[in-house]
């Protein structure tokens, strides 16, 4: 069976790091996109960033721009969300799903999805 599980989420100050891990089971990276979202309370859940089967053209949303980068390791079967200079704002629920393209990362899209884990930012 197709299954995703989440880790690596937790508390940190402003200004801090976290790497999220999206590990998979029963399929291979490489026949899937991986998207990451993120909800926080009362907000919908917006697509954060993708990563494709081919690995062409990583989506990352404006708010996430040049502090956030996905990475695959295929011997793992794991995509990797590595978050660098955290705001107060990028506190959320972040899941990871499987999808067929990164060319619109929208929920809707996405059909397997992990249980998410919380990504906290307060000083």
């Known amino acids: 069976q197709m299954q995703l599980v989440e880790s690596g989420g937790g508390l940190v100050q402003p200004g801090g790091s976290l790497r999220l891990s999206c590990a998979a089971s029963g399929f291979t990276l490489n026949t899937y996109a991986i998207g990451w979202f993120r909800q926080a309370p009362g907000k919908e859940r917006e697509g954060v960033s993708c990563?494709?089967?081919?690995?062409?053209?990583?989506y990352y949303t404006d708010s996430v721009k040049g502090r956030f980068t996905i990475s695959r390791d295929f011997a793992k079967n794991t995509v990797y969300l590595q978050m660098n200079s955290l705001k107060p704002e990028d506190t959320a629920v972040y899941y990871c799903?499987?999808?067929?393209?990164?060319?619109?990362?929208?929920?809707?899209?996405?059909?397997?999805w992990g249980q998410g884990t919380q990504v906290t930012v307060s000083s």
């Open positions: 799903a499987t999808g067929y393209q990164c060319s619109v990362v929208a929920a809707p899209l996405f059909r397997s």
């Open positions: 990563i494709s089967s081919s690995a062409d053209s990583p």
